[in-house]
């Protein structure tokens, strides 16, 4: 199955989540330019097709949680076998498979030391084809930003919805 194309009005939309996920629907018409209908459609055509999701991102350390990032060598295995099997794991909350000096990245978040410690130790053992391991802890979050470039406002226009604006995006 092909992907459905993705223009640039498409992306617009994704940046102003992006910037604000409960944005609603009518300030993103405003700002691309079609009516708010039109937006609510092309929403819900990007949540059908797996291309965006609106969610709530933690920022782990502040909540007190253990963030640690995981690069991983496979050998013995696909790379595709390992993703799978971490994928599968409750504290693994992002996978993605690179190329360099590692064949992995992974995000793994746990409520405890101890719980880290078990997850490093026992749990990724039992993984068959994890060669090499390298974590990184993460201390604080400094910048979380993935906008695509060029599709961001011009400078001293405002992006931030007024705190009386409209309805949210609801995916329906």
Known sequence: ???EAIDVID????DQLRLDGRRSFGQIARYVGLSEASVRQRYKRLLDLGVVQVIGMPNSPKLGLLEVRLSIRVRGTTVD???HALSALAPVKYVGACIGAYDLIVDVRCETQT?????LTDTLH?????????????LEVIKDEYLWSGFRDP???????????GSRPSGS
């Open 155 to 165: 400078v001293g226009r405002l992006t931030r919805p007024h705190p009386s604006a």
């Open 126 to 138: 039992t993984i068959p084809g994890i060669a090499v391991v390298d974590t990184t802890n993460i």
């Open 115 to 119: 719980e880290l410690t078990a997850f």
């Open 1 to 3: 199955m092909q992907l």
């Open 11 to 14: 992306r617009k939309i994704i």
């Open 81 to 83: 076998a390992v993703a």
